[in-house]
């Protein structure tokens, strides 16, 4: 167990990637950092598909060779299914920009969220495990510190307080401010909830579409399944619907998953000499965002700031961008001596954008009486709009011109 210290510059919630990104950053521009993370390193979680335009943060943080040396699995496009069974053609990200993050990977998250916090150590950061935030400390309005508990390997507990200038929340869909403070904000539109599990000898396709991401909506845009190839020949496969319809009362997750799967022929092929490796899993997906990002001396980062659906892969993207904004708005308020709310979050605003075009794309995904397919071949001109989105280059002029185009899609 490290020696903490009694006061830190920055003290970040949740070693995920928004955390550690955050971490990274800070503490390679001189200011000490501690990170917090609730479970054990490296930990499990759900979201393999990074989206190209995660390279650039990844590129920041020095880690882009190490990805590159990895046994990951290379992504170089997604392509989509409607009505069970009906392909796209694929949307190939070098066809739209040819450069060096065109190609993206599928990862396992735990030894993907490990090399992030390895480097937030190396770049001097104090990462501790099994560390619960117990509270933010607060003077007046304005966060100072923390309290949180430590469970070391002999599974003894002891409470330490630390202050700081800066208190980063990085929990993820815990969101422990924006739940504390009455910040969360559920978007009634995207009550979805997901059944997933691991495959092996799922049938891939063949040469650079081997490692491609598939998305596959079953019949009346009911329910979606995801198909992610990782190493070791195990696919990632998950159905997401509305959680009524996937939890139905007297339904096991495995009968609502085979229901699904009788509707979805193009999943079900893949499955045929597949065998599943991993209990089924579910989660619920709430869509939500936090109506404040930040205050005097705190700040939001990742899904503690939002969380969006998951169908367009961008949850790691928005996370590590959200920690690369927060990092150089912390590195900024410190250096002024200025810990003001719009401070901290005066790069929010900017962030907010990007992640609404993210959540149109998803309401159309979902409209029942919307088709990408007809759109594109009426208005073509569009196509590189829905491209940029798939990348996750959002954060530029002219991106959300289509959704004037395409007027109102709001799922039923």
Request: net charge negative.
């Amino acid at each position: 167990m490290p020696d903490f210290q009694d006061s830190y510059d920055v003290v970040v919630i949740g070693g995920g990637p928004a955390g550690a990104a955050t971490g990274a950053l800070t503490a390679e521009a001189g200011h000490s950092t501690l990170i917090l993370e609730r479970s054990t390193v490296p930990r499990f979680h759900v979201g393999e598909s990074l989206v190209p335009e995660t390279y650039w943060s990844l590129k920041r943080l020095g880690l882009v060779e190490k990805l590159q040396q990895s046994a990951f699995p290379k992504k170089y496009s997604v392509q989509f299914f409607s009505e069970g069974m009906k392909p796209s053609a694929p949307f190939y990200f070098d066809e739209y920009k040819d450069c060096e993050s065109s190609q993206t990977w599928q990862v396992w998250r735990d030894e993907f969220d490990r090399m992030l916090l390895e480097k937030a150590a190396e770049n001097g950061a104090t990462v501790t495990p099994k560390a619960q935030v117990l509270e933010v400390l607060f003077d007046s309005d304005r966060a100072v510190g923390v309290r949180f508990q430590v469970t070391d390997k002999a599974g003894n507990r002891t409470e330490h307080q630390a202050s700081c200038k800066v208190v980063v929340d990085a929990s993820g869909q815990s969101a422990f401010l924006a739940s504390r403070l009455g910040l969360k904000s559920a978007d009634p539109h995207l009550k979805m909830g997901t059944i997933w599990s691991y495959w092996k000898d799922a049938r891939r396709d063949e040469g650079r579409d081997e490692g491609a991401t598939l998305i596959m909506q079953t019949a009346d845009k009911k329910s979606w399944f995801w198909f992610i190839p990782l190493q070791d020949n195990t696919t990632s496969i998950g159905c997401t619907g509305a959680m009524s319809y996937m939890f139905p009362k007297g339904c096991s997750p495995e009968e609502t998953f085979e229901r699904e799967l009788d509707r979805c022929p193009a999943m079900k092929e893949r499955l045929e000499n597949a065998t599943r490796d991993r209990d089924y899993l579910t989660t619920k997906d709430y869509s939500y965002y936090a109506t404040q990002g930040a205050g005097p001396g705190w700040v939001m980062v990742g899904d503690a700031f939002g969380f969006i659906d998951p169908v367009y892969s961008t949850g790691v993207f928005l996370a590590l961008k959200s920690g690369e904004f927060a990092a150089d708005a912390i590195d900024a308020a410190i250096k002024a001596d200025d810990l003001s709310a719009e401070r901290l979050g005066e790069w929010q605003a900017t962030h907010r954008e990007g992640v609404m075009l993210f959540r149109k794309l998803v309401y159309a995904f979902y409209d029942p009486d919307f088709s990408f397919g007809s759109f594109l071949k009426a208005n073509p001109q569009y196509r590189k709009n829905v491209t940029d989105m798939l990348i996750g280059d959002v954060f530029k002029p002219g991106v959300g011109d289509i959704f004037d185009a395409m007027g109102e899609v709001v799922p039923s």
